[in-house]
Nanobody, 120 residues
Framework: QVQLVESGGGLVQAGGSLRLSCAAS????????MGWYRQAPGKQRELVAR???????NYADSVKGRFTISRDNAKNTVYLQMNSLKHEDTAVYYC??????????????WGQGTQVTVSS
């Protein structure tokens, strides 16, 4: 059994900052990649940022220069530092991880989501 638990969401004024965390736990053998997606009301879920083995990162164009994704491999945790937040960043943010469990199968797992609201 694998769980991804997010934390750090909340309400912030435009121009402010938030830091999201996502910790993976359970019968994990290895994690190939972790990432953050978001879904605003009435819109499709979209990639925000992703980090893979070797600390290779990619970002949505809309967050480049404002958001930073990082990873603590020892803690199976991924972070998303969000600066200069805009009203359009308001969404539910979901963490995911592409990981191999102890039994050997590899799958993508998702967290339950955390709300980020940016007031204008």
């Amino acid at each position: 059994q694998v769980q991804l638990v997010e934390s750090g969401g909340g309400l912030v004024q435009a121009g402010g900052s938030l830091r999201l965390s996502c910790a993976a736990s359970g019968s994990i053998r290895s994690i190939a990649a972790m990432g953050w997606y978001r879904q605003a009301p009435g819109k499709q879920r979209e990639l925000v940022a992703r980090i893979i083995s070797g600390d290779i990162t990619n970002y949505a164009d809309s967050v480049k220069g404002r958001f930073t994704i990082s990873r603590d491999n020892a803690k199976n945790t991924v972070y998303l530092q969000m600066n200069s937040l805009k009203h359009e960043d308001t969404a539910v943010y979901y963490c995911n991880a592409d990981l191999e469990v102890l039994k050997g199968s590899t799958s993508r797992y998702w967290g339950q989501g955390t709300q980020v609201t940016v007031s204008s």
